[in-house]
């Protein structure tokens, strides 16, 4: 049966951004009093809205996460983002795959704020297919890993979550497509996350980008 419905994240499976945006916050928080290897920050903040995790980062600084900090952030993140962002090797015939097998109803679903969304997927050429179908998390209620993101994305193209497969690379996005609902599939290129992902609820597991357009074509 096919999928009445297709939603994407968007960072780590669109666009190659987690390693610069988890970069330029590894280096304020450092700055700021908090120091962590490039790989324990992606563990820590991967998937995450930086907001959302106040507590911790205002626990490990000792200072608070003030308006002017997250401002300094965002600027230095966009700018490395505009001088280095590329799209997922096999994202642009994912996407196209995807919007052929649902009649069009694609989405872009992202925990991250709308700016940096529209953002990227406008530099690595993806705009095109997303355009008007794009909801941030920090638009809801709630972000991820709560489906408040997926559910609106799915309710505005008039599919049940029941009847939608997400697409998604952390276990936080996991958990949040299946709270929808959703069959979730997970972009894994690094195996040792395979467990995590699967045990989060992931059905599928794929290594590459490029091979979604076939996986498509067996249901």
Known sequence: MKFEAILFDCDGVLVDSEPITNGVLRDLLEESGWSLSPAECMRVFVGKAVRDERVLIEAQTGQPLTEAWMAEFYARR?????????????????????????????????????????????????????????????????????????LAAASHLGAAGAHCLVIEDTTTGVTAGIAAGATVWAYCPTPAHG?????????RLFAHMAELPALLETI
């Open 195 to 203: 467990p995590a992902l699967t045990q989060a609820g992931a059905s």
């Open 78 to 150: 966009n700018r490395e983002l505009q001088a280095r962002l590329v799209a997922i090797a096999g994202a642009h015939a994912a996407v196209e795959a995807a919007h052929a097998h649902a009649g069009q109803r694609i989405a872009c679903a992202s925990g991250a704020d709308r700016f940096k969304v529209e953002m990227q997927l406008a530099q690595v050429g993806l705009m095109p297919w997303f355009d008007g179908r794009i909801f941030s998390g920090q638009e809801m209620p709630h972000s991820k890993p709560a489906p408040d993101v997926y």
